[in-house]
């Protein structure tokens, strides 16, 4: 039992690294089709016109980019802040 226990454990923490990691990615594509957006049409679009912030579970936007909030449930090490540079700043 107690094996099965830890394979289960590591399989839940596993999940949620891989949904911080997917929320990261989702962010800086969104950021950078914004962007891309704005130069091409002269739009003001903002990351927030492809994502609903409202299901942000792990980041949330910071003066440089995005900071991570529930740093207990996924360590910043597996999953960390975004930055200028990722943002193409």
């Known amino acids: 039992m107690v094996v099965l226990g830890l394979v289960i454990d590591r399989s839940a923490s596993n999940a949620s690294v891989d949904a911080c990691k997917t929320e990261r990615a989702t962010l800086i594509t969104a950021s950078m089709a914004a962007k891309t957006s704005n ?38 090490d597996d999953c960390g802040t975004i930055g200028p540079t990722e943002l193409g700043e």
């Open 39 to 76: 130069k091409v049409s002269n739009n003001a679009e903002t990351w927030r016109d492809y994502v609903d912030s409202d299901f942000l579970a792990y980041f949330e936007e910071s003066a440089s980019g995005f900071d991570r909030t529930t740093l207990d449930e996924v360590p910043e």
